[in-house]
């Protein structure tokens, strides 16, 4: 109980860890109460024109389109379009049609609409007689709902994996390592006494994160918490293999980065190519791809795929606490002989 409480203020004196912990539930509050984000604008044409050159009925016309803004001289209406950070283009009289000017980055819509404007101009008449159906405008953001909130909550289940090995590194650092290796603990003694603080901050911190995000029923909310315990566990023995691999402090920062890299990125490229097959299978290697299958299942109201996930998380659980205890096994017999 006493290793309990020792591991339990380094946590507290941990900045790092802290700003682990709260992240995810920060981020969670934000695409929950914050709403969507309105990206329309960045689609919006924006005309460019000199003062006095198109006559009012012209530039009422273009502000049907997007909004027109009036330069006094050439040069102002030349730097306004080459201007990198806005997609201005530059509208001037040309007989009873329009001229168009842009500067060549843009995007391609914008290129497109440049182009096409002349003609429009000259076909007014016409198109103000076309019946016009404005559609509803789609959230850009809505599609990729579903994979934001996972993402943190795989965050959220790796703060036990970032507290094990800052602990580990530390402990060699401060010669602690070297005093735990002659205390008669048994291995499983040992990983209980450094898993369980990260494990169970690591599951408060996601626990938290899916009640701000997840309206389940109280039967998902059980597979869901499953799902967290399970994922923590493994988060947190995997913390204790780049504690136990790492030689000092840069070298651990290294390792987690890699590991929270192959987290994240793994289970999110499979949900957006959607992976099948042997793929899938060999992706399951990962432990946070099962975890974030299965948080979309239940998301989606899958229950069977969530327990199929389940299933492989207990799997990784077993397989890597074995791994580790065979490992610290053979290395304390190593050291007394």
């Not at 842009?102 to 819509?109: A, C, H, P, V, Y």
Request: with cysteine; hydrophobic share 50%; aromatic share 8%.
């Amino acid at each position: 109980m006493k290793g309990l409480k020792y591991q339990l203020k380094s946590v507290l004196r941990d900045k790092f860890c802290l700003m682990t912990f709260l992240l995810p539930i920060l981020v969670a509050v934000a695409l929950n109460f914050m709403g969507s984000i309105d990206l329309s604008t960045l689609g919006e044409l924006h005309f460019g024109v000199l003062e006095n050159d198109l006559s009012p009925q012209t530039v009422t016309w273009l502000e049907r389109y997007g909004p027109v803004t009036e330069y006094g001289t050439p040069e102002e209406l030349t730097a306004a379009v080459n201007e990198p950070s806005t997609n201005v283009i530059g509208v001037r009289a040309e007989g009873d049609s329009l001229k168009t000017s842009i500067s060549g980055d843009e995007l391609d819509i914008f290129r497109q609409a440049a182009v096409t404007l002349p003609a429009l101009y000259e076909q007014r008449e016409e198109t103000e007689q076309v019946e016009v159906l404005a559609l509803e405008r789609p959230d850009i953001l809505e599609s990729f709902q579903g994979i934001f909130i996972p993402a943190v909550l795989i965050v959220a289940m790796f703060m036990g994996c970032t507290f094990n090995a800052m602990n580990i590194i530390s402990e060699k650092e401060d010669g602690v390592a070297f005093i735990n290796e002659i205390l008669p603990m048994t291995p499983s003694q040992y990983i209980f006494q450094k898993v369980v603080v990260g494990f169970l901050f690591g599951s408060l911190s996601s626990i938290v994160t899916a009640c701000i995000c997840f309206k389940l029923s109280w039967q998902n909310f059980g597979l869901m918490l499953v799902l967290i315990v399970l994922s923590s566990f493994v988060a947190a023995l995997i913390g204790l293999f780049i504690g136990k691999l790492s030689e000092g402090l840069m070298i651990g920062v290294v390792y987690i980065k890699i590991v929270m890299l192959v987290f994240i990125a793994v289970p999110i490229v499979c949900a957006l190519i959607g992976v099948s097959g042997l793929l899938a299978v060999i992706c399951n290697i990962v432990p946070s791809q099962p975890a974030f299958d299965g948080i979309m299942a239940l998301s989606a109201g899958n229950m069977g795929t969530a327990i199929k996930d389940i299933g492989i998380l207990a799997i990784h659980c077993v397989a890597w606490f074995a791994l580790y205890v065979l490992i610290s096994t053979q290395h304390k017999r190593h050291t007394t002989q």
